[in-house]
T-cell receptor, first 112, second 113 residues
Framework: NAGVTQTPKFQVLKTGQSMTLQCAQD?????MSWYRQDPGMGLRLIHY???????DQGEVPNGYNVSRSTTEDFPLRLLSAAPSQTSVYFC???????????FGPGTRLTVT | GNSVTQMEGPVTLSEEAFLTINCTYT??????LFWYVQYPGEGLQLLLK?????DKGSNKGFEATYRKETTSFHLEKGSVQVSDSAVYFC????????????FGPGTSLSVIP
């Protein structure tokens, strides 16, 4: 099993550009989530999904969209990048919300 | 609301020293508690967990006991190694209408030879 994979590893965007961060898991997990990690703030939940076709907002959803058309994939879209979105983004999956989360290696995004 | 507080870092220890990283939680009930570890350049991975009061989680020489009377889940290791250098996150999960894992801010640990 590859576990949770994320692409790209690094990305530099200009303000106003859009892009999609990819996340895939091969463990047949129902629950997937996106976090951003900023210095001194730990992990903050952006969006999450409890299964294909179902998504919901976390604590910092503004400026991001998600969709879950399959169990395996959970892409995160930045609609119009802003410098405040410079961060490290982690995708995670689990069997259920109370279970161990498996994290991807992260995407380091810089918006100039 | 639910929250997790961790001791601030960074923490620097010599090899073989005793480690304690404090973690306290606030919740309206009895959450499940976790410690995750993040090695440099990697994602987080579960280190240990406890799901009810007085449970002790343990893994790789690390331990943490769920104390409901002090709402704490402190991480301890008797003798740290250089390879334990990482960022440690305490987390809680409470099944509520929000239903999400709450992470603490993380504590950076550096172990020097």
């Amino acid at each position: 099993n590859a576990g949770v994979t994320q692409t790209p590893k690094f990305q530099v965007l200009k303000t106003g550009q859009s892009m999609t961060l990819q996340c895939a898991q091969d463990m047949n997990h129902e629950y997937m989530s996106w976090y951003r990690q900023d210095p001194g703030m730990g992990l903050r939940l952006i969006h999450y999904s409890v299964g294909a076709g179902i998504t919901d907002q976390g604590e910092v959803p503004n400026g991001y969209n998600v969709s879950r058309s399959t169990t395996e994939d959970f892409p995160l879209r930045l609609l119009s990048a802003a410098p405040s979105q410079t961060s490290v983004y982690f995708c995670a999956s689990s069997y259920g919300r109370a279970h161990e989360q498996y994290f991807g290696p992260g995407t380091r995004l810089t918006v100039t | 609301g639910n929250s997790v507080t961790q001791m601030e870092g960074p923490v620097t220890l010599s090899e073989e020293a005793f480690l304690t990283i404090n973690c306290t939680y606030t919740a309206t009930g009895y959450p499940s508690l976790f410690w995750y570890v993040q090695y440099p350049g990697e994602g987080l991975q579960l280190l240990l967990k406890a799901t009810k009061a007085d449970d002790k989680g343990s893994n790789k020489g690390f331990e943490a006991t769920y104390r409901k009377e002090t709402t704490s889940f402190h991480l301890e290791k008797g003798s740290v190694q250089v390879s334990d250098s990482a960022v440690y996150f305490c987390a809680s999960f409470m099944k509520t209408s929000y239903d999400k894992v709450i992470f603490g801010p993380g504590t950076s640990l550096s172990v020097i030879p």
